[in-house]
């Protein structure tokens, strides 16, 4: 019950409301045993699509853990496979994990993904790994699979996680057009729009290589679409000033 009432206020215009109906469903699974089969699903979909929005990311990594442990003794692994892919990511996004380890924890998961049978996770565990590796080894390699994997991605993971990579290596020109041109695809409906969160941390390192192509080019004025990226931040720091709004003043 309270899964589908949470997935159903993802797509509402009132995120708000849908936080508080979170934190409700939150305090009943959490107080009443009666509930704790659904306090997987519940943490995957308030944890995984609503709290990130208010809520610093770091303070959602440990309930990620929690739910993955508490969904094998469940014996819901599909469910504790998602909560281990999106405490990978996160751990990927906050930048507070060593980066070999985190490697060779993702390469355990990808393994469990085989086993299990879960490709979806298998994929996503895939673009993860190889944004770790490319920061690891300090150049950019992508497998054709994964490049392939923007095509069946309407989460944008795969655009943000390619944003990152490029970013951090320097590549600045190729992350602005990456997003001009999925940008393009998506306001032509080619592609659906992708979840608040994405898409605020995409502009944010999109933002980041427009300044520094610019720097490296030496150009005069930054481009036009900047004030459009800075509105988006600003207005996402209205939710969270912990995890947007600092990101607009820099």
């Known amino acids: 019950m309270f899964g589908a009432i949470l997935c159903n206020i993802r797509n509402s215009q009132d995120v708000r409301v849908g936080y508080r109906i979170?934190?409700?469903?939150?305090?009943?699974?959490?107080?009443?045993?009666?509930?704790?089969?659904?306090?997987?699903?519940?943490?995957?979909?308030?944890?995984?699509?609503?709290?990130?929005i208010f809520e610093p990311i770091q303070a959602c990594l440990d309930q990620h853990t929690k739910a993955y442990e508490l969904g094998m003794q469940l014996g819901k692994a599909s469910i504790s496979a998602l909560h281990k892919q999106l405490l990978r990511v996160r751990e990927l996004y906050t930048g507070g994990k060593n980066l070999l380890e985190l490697k060779e924890e993702i390469d355990i998961d990808m393994k469990m993904a085989k086993h299990d049978l879960l490709p979806i996770l298998?994929?996503?565990?895939?673009?993860?790994?190889?944004a770790v590796s490319n920061l690891i080894d300090g150049k950019l390699t992508t497998s054709k699979d994964i490049d392939r994997a923007g095509l069946y991605d309407p989460e944008g993971a795969y655009i943000l996680s390619r944003v990152i990579t490029l970013t951090f290596l320097g590549y600045f020109e190729r992350a602005k057009h990456l997003v001009d041109d999925e940008g393009l695809k998506r306001s032509t409906g080619l592609k659906k729009s992708i979840p608040m969160f994405h898409a605020c941390y995409i502009y944010f390192f999109y933002g980041i290589?427009?300044?520094?192509?610019?720097?490296?080019?030496?150009?005069?004025?930054?481009?036009?679409n900047l004030k459009k990226i800075s509105?988006?931040?600003?207005?996402?720091?209205?939710?969270?000033?912990?995890?947007?709004?600092?990101?607009?003043?820099?």
């Open 22 to 52: 979170g934190k409700l469903a939150l305090n009943m699974v959490n107080q009443n045993d009666a509930f704790i089969s659904e306090l997987p699903f519940v943490y995957f979909v308030y944890y995984g699509q609503i709290a990130t």
């Open 122 to 130: 298998g994929m996503k565990s895939q673009l993860c790994y190889e």
């Open 209 to 224: 290589s427009s300044i520094g192509l610019c720097r490296r080019k030496k150009l005069k004025h930054l481009p036009k």
């Open 231 to 250: 509105d988006v931040l600003e207005n996402a720091g209205g939710f969270s000033e912990w995890n947007f709004r600092n990101k607009a003043s820099l």
